[in-house]
């Protein structure tokens, strides 16, 4: 299950395993994501 495609988007809950990494594209963090 690692093996993403940059097509593929979201996942559920029940999908997460400990330990996974994912590369997502970055972005800056302002104020309203905070709040």
Do not use: C, H, W
């Not at 097509?7 to 302002?30: A, D, H, N, S, Y």
């Amino acid at each position: 299950m690692g093996n993403f495609s940059p097509e593929q988007r979201g996942m559920f809950f029940e999908e997460f395993e400990v330990g996974l990494k994912i590369i997502t594209p970055g972005r800056t963090v302002t104020e309203a994501d905070i709040v």
